[in-house]
């Protein structure tokens, strides 16, 4: 996709650092490097303003990545390549039916309701709820791993979205500044919402997680 629109060595690719690597190393294989970005902190996809201050004199494109179900914000990426000349792409994510996204969206308002000390995701229009992603807040990774090896224990499926942002991998190590992106890799933790899930179930989440709210007291 990059080779095919002329992208190559000596030039430069905004992408998130948020997500998988997979991005990154097909700008590498291009010839390209990466150069990584801040997400926006509700949608965990591209920042349009992150991306704009991380544009130079090398920069050629620009890698849209819907998250989670979540879209990115395409037109703000695309304002801003129309500024600075740049292309800007986008990397979906597999679509399911209607009806599957329609149970979904069913059982991430019956968490939305009902789940307390934890912060759940904001939905905005045309979310499908590929992961129902909570912030777990407090005093940093401890605190998320601590949440969610008690919700495990419990019965409940639930997993670290992203474990490690993708400058802080071998190969891709940048020196710069992504707090939204360590703090999302610190909070986050998916939870399921299949649309296979029954009303027991959906309970079993609900009580294993409203159960550990003193895990979540932050430090002062």
């Keep these: ?17 948020f997500g998988n690597v997979e991005v990154a190393e097909a700008v590498t294989l291009a010839g390209a490097l990466p150069v990584f ?18 544009v130079t004199s090398r920069t050629v494109a620009v890698v849209g990545v819907h998250r989670f179900g979540r879209p990115a914000d395409v037109a703000g990426l695309r304002a ?21 996204i329609a149970q979904r969206r069913q059982r991430a308002g019956y968490l939305d309701a009902r789940l307390k000390g934890v912060r ?11 992961q ?6 407090g005093n940093g990774r401890p605190d998320r791993d601590a949440f969610a090896r008690a919700v495990r224990a419990k019965g409940v499926d639930c997993r670290v979205p992203v474990k490690t942002p993708v400058h802080r991998l071998p190969g891709f190590r940048q020196c710069v500044s992504l707090p939204e992106t360590e703090r999302a890799a610190d909070e986050t933790l998916a939870l399921p919402v299949d649309a296979s899930l029954t009303k027991r179930e959906m309970q079993r989440i609900v009580s294993a997680c409203n159960a550990l709210g003193g895990l979540l007291q932050p430090a002062f």
Excluded: F
């Design 80 to 100: 801003v390549g129309q500024r600075h000349g740049l292309l800007v792409l986008e990397q979906g994510e597999s679509e399911a039916p209607y009806d599957e």
């Design 120 to 130: 759940t995701p904001e939905g905005g229009v045309g979310h499908t709820y590929q």
């Design 1 to 17: 996709m990059l080779r095919a629109a002329g992208v190559g060595v000596g030039d430069e690719v905004v992408v998130p650092a």
């Design 132 to 137: 129902y992603v909570v912030r777990v807040p």
């Design 37 to 54: 970005a801040d997400i926006d902190p509700a949608t965990y996809c591209l920042d349009p303003a992150a991306v704009e201050a991380a």
